[in-house]
C-alpha cells in the first residue's frame, strides 16, 4: 500500500510558477513509475506528466512540454512538478498517482497505469 500526499498547490499569476510536491510512503517508492494528472470540473482526469522509477525516462502532455518538468528524489520519496509560464487554462487539481511494481524503463500515460493516488491539490491561474 502506497500512500500519497500533495503539496504546493496555490493562486498563481499567469506567466508565474508553482512547484508541487508529492510525498510517497513506503519502502518501494524507488520501484514505482510515477506520473502527475490533472482535473477540472465536468471533465476527465488529464495526462501531465510522468517518470521512470530512476528518473531517467520522462513524459509529458504536448500541450506542458518546455513549461512543466517532473522530477523525483527517491531518498526522500518525493515527486516534484515544476510548471513554469502558466496559464488559465492550467487550472485544475493536480494529482499524483504511482503506478506499482514495474520495469525500469516503464512509464505510463493513461489513468489506468496507475493504482495508487493522491488527494489533489489545488492550482489557480489568474489571467
Known amino acids: 500500500q502506497v500512500q500519497l500526499v500533495e503539496s504546493g498547490g496555490g493562486l498563481v499569476q499567469a506567466g508565474g510558477s508553482l512547484r508541487l510536491s508529492c510525498a510517497a510512503s513506503?519502502?518501494?517508492?524507488?520501484?514505482?513509475?510515477m506520473g502527475w494528472f490533472r482535473q477540472t470540473p465536468g471533465k476527465e482526469r488529464e495526462f501531465v506528466a510522468a517518470?521512470?522509477?530512476?528518473?531517467?525516462?520522462?513524459d509529458y502532455h504536448d500541450s506542458m512540454k518546455g513549461r512543466f518538468t517532473i522530477s523525483r528524489d527517491n531518498a526522500k520519496n518525493t515527486v516534484y512538478l515544476q510548471m513554469n509560464g502558466l496559464k488559465s487554462e492550467d487550472t485544475a487539481v493536480y494529482y499524483c498517482?504511482?503506478?506499482?511494481?514495474?520495469?525500469?524503463?516503464?512509464?505510463?500515460?493513461?489513468?489506468?497505469?496507475?493504482?495508487?493516488w493522491g488527494q489533489g491539490t489545488q492550482v489557480t491561474v489568474s489571467s
Open positions: 517518470i521512470s522509477r530512476s528518473g531517467g525516462i520522462t
Open positions: 513506503g519502502r518501494a517508492f524507488s520501484s514505482y513509475p
Open positions: 498517482a504511482a503506478s506499482g511494481l514495474r520495469t525500469i524503463t516503464w512509464i505510463g500515460v493513461r489513468e489506468y497505469d496507475y493504482s495508487y
